[in-house]
């Protein structure tokens, strides 16, 4: 029952705010233009470099440290005082390239917008995962999203300026940030330790992890980095209008990975009948999530880009046609990496992550340079195809005979026996 409430509210609550992202991003995109929204999204993605270490896989490193009932003021303690010591190394590179290598401008861009650090250290969403209270972590993205459009339509509209942007991202995070800390810390007390060792000791418990999380984001931001190198922010931006929207929608197979985390983390080990159930049963899920939403923007492209972009972002829809391919792989890749997350398989996770990482850093270089700009948009399913491989490999050499066979995921009677025992649980 709590699978079930967990899942509506997250995509209860997580698509409305989606829906606002709906309203404000064609705004945004279309005040700006297509440059002047790549300019934007260019500036993101580089920031986000400079803040490599700030988010290194503490979501599924913190989750599960309180999945195995750790003392909680111990784990988020360790994992934000690794974040503060980071984040001061983080602002010293900033500091130092933006004074020798960067024009003024980018530079206070580039400082303004990784103000956005200090807020993702305190988002502790990993808390309220492994506390199974995923309406937490929903509530807080409908918080700042909220502010975010309220924002948007008011200052931003009178001002339309990239700088003005920055400023509103960066209150939006904190607003996150602040929803999901200050519960917590009311009843809780955190203890920070800023010790050189200790911080050592906590960054090799979640390395694995921490490289995982950081190669799955590399695997997306890498395509928008090379596009603005190759060939132009403008490039960018038909690109990232595109992108925006595949990353709207595979928010609802997103809000089945979080809701079904937690069940998977404690049960997967088992080898019984009913389990095996329940794990075809979040296959068939996933799956059948991912075909529909790939279907429904296969054939309304043409007309979700006109309605959100205006025709300055004509060249998008060829681009969200092959975003429509990678909403249908894209949840055999998600479905895989949770298995080995819940087995504590994190070597295999890293290198299903780095594989990931590495097909999409030479298919960016390849395609985009001989293909263009469709070339950008060729190199996500392409990933999706090689990383689903590897993590059908990798669960085939973990499963020793248990419930991990890919023949139990497909099994129609094991679909049958999972539906059978959900929908007695719930009656």
Known sequence: MRLIINFISKIGVDSFS???????LPFITRTL???????????FVIVSYYGFFIDFGYLNYGT????????????????????????????????LSGLIFLDKDKFLQILLFSLIFI???????????????????SLAELSGQVIYAVLVFTFFSMKPEINILILIAVIQAFVIGLVLFIPYIRKNKVKLNLSLRDNLNTLKEAYKLGL???????????????????????????YNASFKIY??????????SYAMMPLLLKNVKQTNSDNAGKLSVIFYSFITAGFVLSVMTFIFSDK???????????????????????????PFVMFTGLLLLALNEFGKLLILSLVSMITSILFSLLLINVYGLIGSAMVLPGVA??????????LRQCADGGNLKFTNFISPLNLYNGIKDIYLRVR
């Not at 989606?18 to 404000?24: D, E, P």
């Not at 297509?34 to 934007?40: I, L, Q, S």
């Not at 995982?212 to 038909?238: D, N, P, R, W």
């Not at 195809?385 to 990798?394: K, L, P, Q």
Request: charged share 10%.
């Open 304 to 330: 979700i880009i006109h309605f959100m972009f205006g025709n300055d972002y004509a060249d998008s829809i060829a681009i969200l046609r092959w975003f429509s391919v990678t909403l249908f792989l894209w």
């Open 119 to 137: 807020p993702q250290i305190i988002a502790i969403k990993y808390f309220y995962l492994a506390a199974n209270k995923l309406y937490y972590n």
């Open 18 to 24: 989606r829906l606002i992202g709906f309203i404000t």
């Open 64 to 95: 599960n440290k309180l999945c195995e009932k750790e003392d909680s003021g111990n784990v988020i303690g360790r994992i934000l005082s690794l974040q503060i010591l980071t984040a001061i190394i983080s602002y010293a590179v900033i500091v």
């Open 247 to 256: 990353l709207i929608l595979l928010t609802i197979i997103q809000g089945l």
């Open 33 to 43: 233009g297509p440059e002047g929204y790549g300019a934007y999204s260019y500036l």
């Open 385 to 394: 195809i090689i990383s689903t491989v590897t993590g059908i490999i990798s």
């Open 212 to 238: 995982s999380s950081k190669a799955e984001g590399i695997t997306s931001s890498f395509i928008i980095l090379i596009t603005g190198m190759l060939l132009t922010e403008q490039a960018v931006g038909l």
